[in-house]
């Protein structure tokens, strides 16, 4: 199809009802060639140069257009090598707690578990701390990588409250998550996250299936049950490598 042929059918699927700007015109193009599967994941894109010829733009605009898409998770740009298809990534809500089955359903992507630890310890000071319970109490710890298509996406390393939850050690963590079990039997009423770039000591790095300097996400998060007498249920530490997954978030008044 030519690149005018291109343009129109995607100015159609737009609903453009006026001119596009010289650069969104370029944008359009290249969404349309990605979602169509012309350009698959891992495609290199033809350079800023290529991309003139072809298109007929000032390289100024060819340069706002990739900019936008790479912003946007579409392209990747590596310097000195040149510009590829990204890529999906999931996303995840940020103030919300969603199970990330369901996110991953909701794709049409296929979910699997893999439980790497499920035992029980015993608090020590930061933990009993964190947990608002004397040291030495009984808390089960899971240890969970979640896959994406057979892609690693998250590590989920988990505490919980024994008091609260007392069955938690007899699930099956392949079947039900964890976040799907313990909201069905301690509904979650008060949470605080806390967000970070890091980078994973090197046996996380094997479960998700990265190299030691690939930046991650990670979510410290905490949670609160019963609402007369309100407990801390769980303490969580989710990794996400940076590559796979997005977070993102809305407030509205």
């Known amino acids: 199809m030519a690149q005018n042929d291109v343009y129109k059918a995607a100015a159609e699927t737009e609903n453009l009802d006026q001119p596009a700007p010289f650069y969104e015109r370029v944008k359009i193009i290249i969404k349309t ?21 072809q298109f007929g733009y000032s390289r100024m605009t060819i340069n706002r257009a990739l900019r936008e ?34 996110e991953i359903a909701s794709r ?12 029980q ?19 089960f710890h899971s240890l969970i990588c979640h896959y994406e298509n057979g892609v690693p996406v998250m590590l989920e390393d988990r505490l919980v ?8 050690f007899q699930q ?43 930046p991650c996400l990670q979510v410290n998060r905490r949670t609160w049950t019963g609402r007369q007498n309100k407990k801390i249920v769980t303490s969580v530490r989710l990794v996400y490598p940076g590559s796979r997954y997005r977070l993102e978030g809305s407030m509205h008044k």
């Open 172 to 214: 099956d963590f392949t079947r039900i998550t964890p976040n799907a079990y313990l909201s069905s039997i301690a509904p979650i009423v008060e949470g605080e996250h806390i967000i970070e770039a890091v980078n994973v000591p090197r046996e996380e790095c094997a479960y998700l299936e990265i190299d030691e300097h690939t």
């Open 108 to 119: 049409g992507h296929r979910h699997h578990a893999r439980v790497l630890e499920l035992t």
């Open 69 to 102: 898409l790479t912003a946007e998770g579409l392209l990747v740009r590596m310097q000195g090598i040149g510009t590829f298809v990204a890529e999906v990534r999931g996303q995840s809500a940020l103030l919300e707690i969603n199970n990330i089955a369901d």
């Open 161 to 168: 409250n024994s008091l609260i939850v007392p069955d938690y």
């Open 33 to 53: 060639n990605i979602h169509s599967g012309q350009w698959p994941v891992n495609y290199r894109v033809p350079s800023e140069s290529e991309l003139v010829n």
């Open 121 to 139: 310890v015993y608090a020590d000071a930061q933990q009993a701390m964190a947990f608002n319970l004397p040291k030495g109490s009984r808390l």
